[in-house]
């Protein structure tokens, strides 16, 4: 039987890049990405490509082991199935490749501009957050307009505020790795957020980023790293020192203009909680839902990893894989 996949390991720079030509992608879907999230995670990573009649559909994946048996899983960044168009064949070659490898679950995502659900069964895709979308290409001038009154006010002397702005990667590099985890602390943020010094160095390494810091006294108090393709830019990274987070409009305004000048169209600003989403609606961003697909393959294996063996493995609201928790 003909193979309309294949699998493109993480160190496949070129054929990864190849595959990824004609489909609207992410910067986390990237190798470059893919490479600096592998360094920590050390589990096979590799983009996995459906290809058939023009249509491409692929999503980055990593392999992971679990008491013997293995899953798969998307890695840390929005990414997610994204591609060109939809195909009949999709979802039963999708399956073959399942079957082959024996994984027990996998934990994947649809991209929330360029996925779409119906590549999956309705009964395997779960609501997950929603990211906020700003759209780049008008004016200056007409972004400003569309941004709240209080964020225009924030940027009224953007003459002035820009030349408190550096974009020296060898400065900023330095405020991340030594300011980042004490951040992260403060915010108590999930264990995935958090990088070694190499993978972090890896994501400054990446050729289409835009690292961006805010400078009082000669020195970087708050920095932000944003990776872009030629469809979209993803807003990653940002810290600051305690009480200088007030420069938080000014580093997202100057990268806006940068991503312009370049023509990238749309800036994902990610999600977060309630107030950190209005922040981002205040540049007059969009909201776009995001999904999840959750999935048992090997029912008998996963009842018994859970432990208990009258759980209802078709039912995957909360937490998954269970196993994992």
Same mark, same amino acid.
């Given at each position: ?64 082991? $679990?008491?013997? /048996? ?8 929005? /990414? ?24 027990? /679950? ?13 590549? $999956? ?45 550096? /974009? ?57 790293? $944003? ?9 990653? $990274? ?88």
């Amino acid at each position: 039987m003909q193979q309309f996949y294949s699998i493109i390991d993480v160190s496949e720079t070129e054929r990864w890049n190849k595959a990824l030509e004609n489909v609207p992608h992410s910067f986390a879907h990237t190798a470059e990405h893919c490479k600096a999230v592998h360094i920590d995670t050390g589990h096979r990573t590799f983009l996995y490509l459906f290809e058939k009649d023009d249509v491409k559909i692929c999503c980055p994946l990593m392999e992971r082991d $679990f008491n013997g /048996s293995k899953d798969i899983a998307k890695p840390f960044g929005i /990414s997610g199935f994204t591609g060109n168009g939809t195909h009949p064949d999709f979802y039963r070659t999708w399956r073959s490749f399942i079957e082959r490898k024996g994984y027990i /679950s996998g934990y994947l995502g649809i991209h929330p501009l360029y996925g779409k659900k119906d590549w $999956f069964p309705a009964e395997n895709i779960y609501p997950h957050n929603t990211v906020q979308v700003l759209d780049i290409r008008p004016e200056a001038d007409t972004i400003l307009a569309n941004m709240s009154s209080g964020r225009r006010r924030q940027l009224s002397k953007w003459s002035e505020i820009r030349y408190n702005l550096t /974009s020296n990667r060898y400065d900023i590099q330095h405020f991340f790795l030594n300011h980042y985890q004490d951040f992260l602390d403060s915010k108590q943020a999930a264990s995935y957020y958090y990088f070694s010094d190499i993978s972090m160095k890896s994501f400054f390494n990446a050729e289409r980023s835009i690292i961006v810091g805010a400078v009082e006294d000669n020195k970087v108090v708050s920095a932000a790293f $944003f990776g872009y393709t030629d469809f979209l830019a993803d807003y990653l $990274f940002i810290f600051s020192l305690p009480n200088k987070n007030y420069h938080t409009a000014h580093l997202i305004w100057y990268s806006i203009l940068e991503l312009k000048e370049i023509g990238v169209p749309l800036l994902n600003l990610g999600g977060g909680g309630q107030g950190i989403s209005e922040f981002k609606r205040r540049f007059g961003a969009y909201e776009r839902p995001m999904f999840s697909v959750k999935e048992v393959y090997e029912e008998t294996t996963y009842t018994q990893l859970i432990g208990n063996k009258s759980a209802d493995v078709r039912n995957h609201e909360g937490y998954f894989p269970l196993y994992r928790k």
